[in-house]
């Protein structure tokens, strides 16, 4: 796609992450295709960019993303006096879940069953068959993605891992895996942010044309 070979053209380094992202898209813009979510967790940065993904998604990115005429109708229908507003400030959505935001359920997850099992546990209660889990991380070995990684598996989740260079135990969990190239952790997590921002362009390009 022209997106991603831009991306790629822009930063070389990414050039071996292009079947990986490709894979990646295809397999998230299947799940949204069928009404299915994306769910998205990771630690530290990870975590950050996990609120960023969905930030992305769940708002428009490059676009506004106007709402169907025929949602626009039903609004109005339904609040006369308030519906124009509510239509003109709603935008197209993809539906996707940061895991990283729960603190509550963290806190006590972590403090009274198991820290390393605190999206893994979010997985089961809001996971379902043909929905998507993308987990993140530098290494590919953190314990907290792993198990939700496998644990979105054992669920018939879809499963993307966005990682380092050598992938880790991630790259083997996954269906796809997106291995950033980058010798230390701040290297990896800027070719993330190049790698999801693509993939947010070419899910909006592709569902909500301009």
Same mark, same amino acid.
């Given at each position: 796609? &022209?997106? !991603?070979?831009?991306?790629?053209? =822009? ?7 292009? $079947? @990986?992202?490709? *894979? +990646? ?25 996990? &609120?960023? !993904?969905?930030?992305?998604?769940? =708002? ?7 709402? $169907? @005429?025929?949602? *626009? +109708? ?137």
């Amino acid at each position: 796609m &022209e997106i !991603i070979d831009r991306a790629v053209k =822009k930063h070389p380094e990414l050039g071996a992450c292009k $079947p @990986d992202m490709l *894979r +990646s898209y295809e397999i998230l813009a299947d799940v949204f295709r069928r009404g299915k979510k994306l769910l998205v967790c990771g630690n530290g940065g990870s975590a950050a960019d996990s &609120e960023h !993904i969905v930030g992305e998604l769940i =708002k428009g990115y490059t676009s506004r993303r106007p709402i $169907p @005429d025929e949602m *626009r +109708s039903r609004l109005v229908q339904a609040s006369p006096e308030q519906g124009e507003y509510l239509a003109s400030h709603l935008q197209g959505a993809f539906p996707a879940i940061s895991l990283v935001s729960q603190v509550s359920f963290l806190t006590a997850f972590a403090n009274d069953v198991a820290a390393d099992m605190i999206f893994a546990q979010q997985v089961y209660a809001y996971g379902s068959a043909g929905d998507a889990l993308m987990g993140i991380s530098t290494s590919g070995a953190s314990p907290t993605v792993t198990h939700a990684v496998q644990v979105a598996g054992a669920l018939g989740l879809h499963t993307i891992g966005l990682t380092g260079d050598s992938g880790g135990l991630l790259k083997g969990l996954c269906e796809a895996a997106i291995c950033a190239p980058g010798e230390t952790t701040a290297e990896i997590q800027e070719s993330h942010q190049i790698i999801y921002h693509t993939l947010c362009e070419m899910l909006e390009t592709e569902f909500f044309p301009r």
